[in-house]
């Protein structure tokens, strides 16, 4: 399924959410100008990899600003261009309407915190591992999980594909981020005890999901906006 618009209409200029798109993009370009050998580098200087973290915590072979800085630094890089434009379209599309909830301030507080607890849980489900993991998706995840909480019957124009069969629907939220957080933990799940390689960080998906619920799940009011339909 690949989400083409959300059909809630936004209340306010979403001025953190484009400026994190913009940032994420800033550093990306930054990345296409490095060598190969030099992109190399910066992404295991500033990629969360678990392993780093542990010795970090042990005390050895790196400090903890080495160990723990990429926690943050992880969630602005990105692997190619299909990594950072799903990311960001998916931001753009279901962070707006979060901003609105939660304000500009708060908002940029809640994605950031739900980058470092995606990271987290990636990092307790990979221990050891010494593959960079790298992404805004894990926050973005939070940002999912706020959505399905707050806007639960708000509609996704979607494409939804079946082998060589496709059509548009609007789904409801709750069917759309549902089936994708299904997919992720699912996904978690086959990989634990696999031989560690490179691919989706699938548990900073389902952390980040689960924490984006929790923190807002006091937060279930409705708005004056919420009583109406929209097309």
Not at 78 to 84: D, E, N, R, T, V
Not at 210 to 226: N, T
């Amino acid at each position: 399924m690949i989400p083409l618009k959300n059909l809630r209409p936004r209340v306010h200029f979403p001025y953190v959410t484009l400026a994190l798109i913009i940032s994420n993009f800033i550093i990306f370009f930054y990345q296409l100008t490095l060598s190969r050998r030099a992109l190399h580098t910066f992404i295991t200087t500033y990629a969360l990899i678990p392993a780093r973290a542990q010795l970090a915590l042990a005390g050895t072979h790196y400090t903890l600003a080495q160990g723990f800085v990429p926690f943050f630094t992880s969630m602005f890089l990105h692997a190619g261009w299909l990594h950072i434009i799903g990311n960001m379209w998916f931001l753009w599309l279901f962070g707006p309407n979060v901003e609105d909830r939660l304000g500009h301030t708060l908002y940029l507080g809640f994605y950031l915190l739900c980058g470092l607890g995606a990271g987290t849980a990636q990092t307790l489900f990979s221990l050891g591992s010494t593959i960079p993991s790298l992404g805004a998706s894990g926050a973005i995840a939070g940002v999912l999980g706020a959505y399905i909480v707050f806007y639960p019957s708000s509609k996704i124009f979607t494409l939804v594909t079946l082998f060589f069969w496709w059509f548009f629907a609007r789904l409801p939220a709750v069917l759309f981020i549902g089936l994708w957080f299904l997919v992720q933990f699912l996904s978690g799940v086959s990989s634990l005890g696999s031989a560690a390689s490179g691919g989706v960080a699938w548990w900073a998906h389902v952390g980040g999901f689960l924490l984006g619920m929790l923190l807002v799940s006091g937060m279930r009011r409705k708005q004056p906006y919420d009583y109406y339909n929209y097309s």
